[in-house]
């Protein structure tokens, strides 16, 4: 974002480059390629270079001149889908929220707790913008709870409460355990979507897109820092933990692609596609990918982009926790 945040940011104190809402990265260089020893950052470096770094001036996850188009307050397609994506994502970080606060009630030291207390909050912050945008889609504030409800509750049984069933026993309260299931099964499955979504309403939506680049910067930090977390661990231990931790993964892996999140996902892209049909001259020749035109994408394609960024994010993550591929969920 160009609008001179980060250079009155810069003047005042200098943010880590990874917290930084203009210098952070993207989440697949993020997610693929970003270290970062929790050890480093603690409380103090969320206080600094998130609370008083990436969210300076944000109103709710985003900067409250940026523009909401009037086709977004309209009933239509593209309302329709950007609703149905911001209650889903919304209570999918509720749930976040309280899986990370079991992780942080399973610490055994400092580092574990302050991480993941701070990532607790992150992921309350993420439900509250995700919620609030509902609000600048002409939501009334009173109706918030009970329009996610109408609008996702159903995706969220099918999808939220079979995770929830299975995690918490998997979980056993245990850090590592509970950083593996929020690592590897939560966050490297969702930040995919997280990223084809900044991208896709970018040339629609300001605001928008300024609530997906926040969810983005902290996401490329929640997935480094777990998966230092896991590869610290395993370096420690035998072959067999090695081995139990992988096939937590394994069984993760098969739970979750038994649910119908790509029927939830098609669904969304389905609307979205009516609705970029429809505004064809506000997305104009921007590019989703390079050389790739938005307009001139599928449903299919998107979804299937998402599907590869997926498995890149996965693989890349696994290899750095010295876990080899684990065998195909079958
Ligand atoms: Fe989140
Ligand atoms: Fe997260």
Known sequence: MTDGRGD????????????DWDRAPNILEG????ELDPHDCDLEYWLRNVAQGSLMGLVRGRRPTSKVPDVLRRDGPLR???MAEMAFRSLSEEAATKA????TMAASDITQLEFYATQTLDEARHAQSFRCHLMDLGVPADQLVETMERVAGEDRDRILEPLWTWGLPAFDNTFINGVVIV??????VLAPTTELSERKWKPISEATADIERGACVDESRHLAAGSWFVRDHLARRDEAERQRVLELITEGRRRWEALPTGEILIKREQLFQRGMEENAALIGDYELAPGRRLIDTTVEERVGMAATWTIEVQDSRLRYMGLAEPPPAS
């Open 100 to 103: 990370c606060a079991l992780v």
């Open 8 to 19: 009155t940011m810069a003047s005042e104190q200098q943010i880590a480059a990874e917290a």
């Open 183 to 188: 690592t590897v099964l939560l966050e490297g």
């Open 31 to 34: 997610a693929t390629e970003l």
């Open 80 to 82: 329709d889908s950007l």
